[in-house]
């Protein structure tokens, strides 16, 4: 999905990729897989389901081969994903999922808005997950052989999740690269950060939006995110500001950059002047700018692109969670 691969190019150019060697069987690579998982404990009996129908999904050769380099610009990117339709509907959302997304607020100490704003990006809020089965997915880019070590370890992540008894094979859906449910984790994310909102011993980030948005909350949470602080918020520039001193990296107090002429786009700072903030420009050199702190950079783990975390605190805003 968009959000995933930021950056499909203007002129694109098809990845190429060697077709598996015709002796590497899909067939023996399954009773690779099989025998490792058996050593790691995984029973006969998750193997039998997990593995049951499974065959190369050649649909999923073709769109991985089919990734493109990004030229987007930032413009084009937060006219496709902040839309007027995902407002509207994002702020429904929040206000039928009122009370559950207040008890994980509580819960994790992650604002509401960043959560329910990942949320409508990843998955518009549950009504976009993909229909791919996850265990044929990435079964069928670790043989293919690309990225075969990370998919094969993809694989491994899947088949615990399904030894724990979180969801049965047949609803383990997601994207063709393996992407899972409304957060769109990878299986070996969902191990480490997906989370039991309501104690029924599971965890299902396809259909219970309390472990959604717990897991969401969760991933933020072990990422760095400080409870009580925003994102960042849109500013204004001096003509004499140093481009040298842009960029994520380049942290100064927020009195520091008051000092410097720069000026919050709207209203106020937002952050009291000893926190530090830097300064990104989407566009490069000119046009919208934003001050950015922490917590811009605990969205960045969840997606490493700036574009990615722009739209997440933005969108959030939007819908006043």
Same mark, same amino acid.
């Given at each position: %999905?968009?959000?995933?691969?930021? @950056?499909?190019?203007?002129?694109?150019?098809?990845?190429?990729?060697?077709?598996?060697?015709?002796?590497?069987?899909?067939?023996?690579?399954?009773?690779?897989?099989?025998?490792?998982?058996?050593?790691?404990?995984?029973?006969?009996?998750?193997?039998?389901?997990?593995?049951? /129908?499974?065959?190369?999904?050649?649909?999923?050769?073709?769109?991985?081969?089919? *990734?493109?380099?990004?030229? %987007?610009?930032?413009?084009?990117?937060?006219?496709?994903?902040?839309?007027?339709?995902?407002?509207?509907?994002?702020?429904?959302?929040?206000?039928?999922?009122?009370? +559950?997304?207040?008890?994980?607020?509580?819960?994790?100490?992650?604002?509401?808005?960043?959560?329910?704003?990942?949320?409508?990006?990843?998955?518009?809020? /549950?009504?976009?997950?993909?229909?791919?089965?996850?265990?044929?997915?990435? =079964?069928?880019?670790?043989?293919?052989?690309?990225?075969?070590?990370?998919?094969?370890?993809?694989? +491994? =992540?899947?088949?615990?999740?399904?030894?724990?008894?979180?969801?049965?094979?047949?609803? @383990?859906?997601?994207?063709?690269?393996?992407?899972?449910? *409304?957060?769109?984790?990878?299986?070996?994310?969902?191990?480490?950060?997906?989370?039991?909102?309501?104690?029924?011993?599971?965890?299902?980030?396809?259909?219970?939006?309390?472990?959604? +948005?717990?897991?969401?909350?969760?991933?933020?949470?072990?990422? /760095?995110?400080?409870?009580?602080?925003?994102?960042?918020?849109?500013?204004?520039?001096?003509?004499?500001?140093?481009?040298?001193?842009?960029?994520?990296?380049?942290?100064?107090?927020?009195?520091?950059?008051?000092? +410097?002429?720069?000026?919050?786009?709207?209203?106020?700072?937002?952050?009291?002047?000893?926190?530090?903030?830097?300064?990104?420009?989407?566009?490069?050199?000119?046009?919208?700018?934003? @001050?950015?702190?922490?917590?811009? @950079?605990?969205?960045?783990?969840?997606?490493?692109?700036?574009?990615?975390?722009?739209?997440?605190?933005?969108?959030?805003?939007?819908?006043?969670?």
């Amino acid at each position: %999905m968009l959000t995933r691969r930021l @950056m499909l190019a203007a002129a694109p150019a098809a990845i190429a990729a060697p077709a598996p060697a015709s002796a590497n069987s899909f067939e023996s690579f399954v009773s690779g897989v099989r025998a490792e998982a058996r050593k790691a404990g995984i029973s006969q009996k998750t193997l039998d389901a997990a593995f049951a /129908g499974v065959s190369p999904n050649q649909k999923v050769i073709e769109r991985d081969r089919r *990734q493109v380099e990004f030229t %987007m610009t930032w413009a084009r990117y937060r006219n496709l994903v902040i839309t007027d339709k995902r407002i509207e509907e994002g702020r429904k959302a929040v206000v039928a999922n009122r009370d +559950m997304l207040n008890r994980v607020v509580d819960r994790f100490n992650v604002s509401p808005r960043v959560i329910t704003g990942i949320w409508g990006l990843e998955s518009s809020y /549950g009504a976009i997950q993909g229909d791919y089965r996850v265990i044929e997915a990435v =079964a069928t880019l670790a043989w293919e052989g690309r990225r075969a070590k990370f998919f094969r370890g993809e694989l +491994m =992540a899947a088949l615990k999740i399904l030894e724990q008894g979180n969801i049965a094979p047949s609803r @383990m859906l997601g994207s063709y690269a393996g992407a899972m449910g *409304q957060p769109q984790f990878m299986p070996s994310s969902y191990l480490s950060y997906a989370a039991d909102y309501d104690g029924d011993g599971k965890r299902d980030i396809w259909n219970n939006r309390g472990d959604v +948005m717990a897991s969401i909350a969760n991933y933020l949470a072990k990422s /760095g995110w400080r409870g009580g602080e925003n994102w960042g918020q849109a500013v204004t520039l001096p003509p004499s500001l140093d481009e040298g001193s842009l960029g994520r990296d380049n942290r100064k107090p927020v009195s520091e950059w008051a000092r +410097m002429g720069v000026r919050p786009l709207e209203g106020v700072w937002d952050a009291p002047g000893d926190r530090p903030g830097a300064i990104v420009i989407p566009s490069g050199g000119e046009g919208a700018a934003f @001050m950015v702190h922490q917590n811009f @950079m605990a969205i960045r783990r969840y997606n490493p692109s700036d574009f990615y975390a722009l739209a997440v605190g933005i969108l959030g805003d939007q819908l006043g969670a």
